[in-house]
Nanobody
């Protein structure tokens, strides 16, 4: 399994921008699909975005499509989530995840490895 550590969360105003990072340990980062999920208080964890091993294929939740961008740097062993024009309803704990399939994570909402999460709060 790969160890994942998120960073970059915090308080942001609606309409602003924020970038989350997730650093992965190990030499086989490029062998894993990566993803971002989130969980708001009182709600179940939900899919945000996933990216394939090569970075060529991405999936997004309809609620963030056009506003958020997932990307990865296989040299730095890091996956990013660029959050543009966030809304108060994007407030949640954001989790980084890794697994063998970006498509699989998107529909199963499960992953082999999870980070500890980083809080994102969007003020109106």
């Amino acid at each position: 399994q790969v160890q994942l550590v998120e960073s970059g969360g915090g308080l942001v105003q609606a309409g602003g921008s924020l970038r989350l990072s997730c650093a992965a340990s190990g030499r086989t980062f490029s062998s894993y699909a990566m993803g971002w999920f989130r969980q708001a208080p009182g709600k179940e964890r939900e899919f945000v975005a996933t990216i394939s091993m090569s970075g060529r294929t991405t999936y997004y939740a309809d609620s963030v499509k056009g506003r958020f961008t997932i990307s990865r740097d296989n040299v730095k062993n890091t996956v990013y989530l660029q959050m543009n024009s966030p809304k108060p309803e994007d407030t949640a704990v954001y989790y980084c995840a890794s697994d063998s399939s970006a498509y699989g994570m998107r529909y199963s909402l499960s992953a082999a490895s999870w980070g500890q999460g980083t809080q994102v709060t969007v003020s109106s």
